[in-house]
């Protein structure tokens, strides 16, 4: 199960993750952060401590959320990203294009 929550939106919008994330679950995670994105454009910060898995279609989905934050000059940051999935964004030299904190 899949959860995305605004946790804050002081001077940055800050998400929770937890849970999978996958193919099936991407689309709505993309709704709701755009849609909390749009409403108040800002830099984007993604706590992924409680995340447990993401496959290559979320690797997708973030990469197009950086893209639009960055469009607005805005920038899109990962926090405590667990090693596994870590090593993902790096497999894919996605570490290079986007800021991953461990």
């Not at 940055?12 to 755009?34: H, M, P």
């Amino acid at each position: 199960m899949q959860q995305v929550k605004l946790v804050s939106a002081g001077d940055k919008l800050n998400f929770s993750l937890s849970g999978e994330i996958d193919s099936a679950t991407s689309e709505n995670f993309y709704a709701q952060v755009r849609a909390a994105y749009l409403h108040d454009k800002k830099d984007v910060v993604f706590d992924c401590a409680a995340l447990t898995f993401i496959d290559s279609t979320m690797l997708g989905t973030f990469v197009k959320i950086l893209k639009e934050v960055k469009a607005d000059g805005n920038n899109m940051r990962l926090v405590n990203v667990q090693p596994r999935i870590r090593k993902l964004f790096e497999i894919c030299a996605l570490d290079t294009i986007m800021e991953i904190e461990r």
